[in-house]
Nanobody, 118 residues
Framework: QVQLVESGGGLVQPGGSLRLSCVAS????????MGWYRQLPGKQRELVAV???????NYADSVKGRFTISRDNAKNTVYLQMNSLKPEDTAVYYC????????????WGQGTQVTVSS
């Protein structure tokens, strides 16, 4: 089992910045990738950014050049630095960890609200 705890959400003005953090615990040695997803009410959860154990990254087109995902293995933490925030970035952001046992298992944090508004 993997447990994820997110922090760093809040209210920010358009053009501002926020950094989200996600601390993983439990059977973290099985984690092969970690990422951030976001969800609006009534909509499907969508990928924002992902980073693998070999530091390969992937971003949604809508956030490329503005968001950066990184990880600190010593702290078992993944970060999402969000710059030049737009109102359309407003959503609940969820941390995800994908672990490999006999198959891939996905674990989720509780979510943190990001609101971009003037």
């Amino acid at each position: 089992q993997v447990q994820l705890v997110e922090s760093g959400g809040g209210l920010v003005q358009p053009g501002g910045s926020l950094r989200l953090s996600c601390v993983a615990s439990g059977t973290i040695f099985r984690i092969v990738a970690m990422g951030w997803y976001r969800q609006l009410p009534g909509k499907q959860r969508e990928l924002v950014a992902v980073i693998t154990n070999v530091e390969s990254t992937n971003y949604a087109d809508s956030v490329k050049g503005r968001f950066t995902i990184s990880r600190d293995n010593a702290k078992n933490t993944v970060y999402l630095q969000m710059n030049s925030l737009k109102p359309e970035d407003t959503a609940v952001y969820y941390c995800n960890a994908r672990a490999l046992t006999e198959s891939y298992d996905d674990y989720w944090g509780q979510g943190t609200q990001v609101t971009v508004s003037s």
